[in-house]
Nanobody, 121 residues
Framework: QVQLVESGGGLVQPGGSLRLSCTAPKNIFLVYTMGWYRQAPGKQRELVAG???????NYADSVKERFTISRDNAKNTVWLQMNSLKPEDTAVYYCNVGRSRLGAPMNYEIWGQGTLVTVSS
């Protein structure tokens, strides 16, 4: 069974930074778009950022200029650098393999287990 390994969540004060990472099997990572999604309590899961194998990116309007998605093919890893965090960024963040960078479901996808990000003073 293919698994994604996520890490990097935690508690941070407003204005602070966190970096999430997600590692996938190499044969999957080199073929598919990677993305980060989040789900806050009582809300639907939403796209945060996506990055293609050609490093084309897409961001939700709410995180533009604050979050950066990047990928390292040598390490099979995608990162989400989150700066200037706000309380409304509090959510469980999920790594995804397979959806388009705009968040459209495709014919194959895998989800990580999720990592909790809490922004609070």
């Amino acid at each position: 069974q293919v698994q994604l390994v996520e890490s990097g969540g935690g508690l941070v004060q407003p204005g602070g930074s966190l970096r999430l990472s997600c590692t996938a099997p190499k044969n999957i990572f080199l073929v598919y778009t990677m993305g980060w999604y989040r789900q806050a309590p009582g809300k639907q899961r939403e796209l945060v950022a996506g990055i293609t194998t050609a490093n084309r990116t897409n961001y939700a309007d709410s995180v533009k200029e604050r979050f950066t998605i990047s990928r390292d093919n040598a390490k099979n890893t995608v990162w989400l650098q989150m700066n200037s965090l706000k309380p409304e960024d509090t959510a469980v963040y999920y790594c995804n393999v397979g959806r388009s960078r705009l968040g459209a479901p495709m014919n194959y996808e895998i989800w990580g287990q999720g990592t909790l990000v809490t922004v609070s003073s």
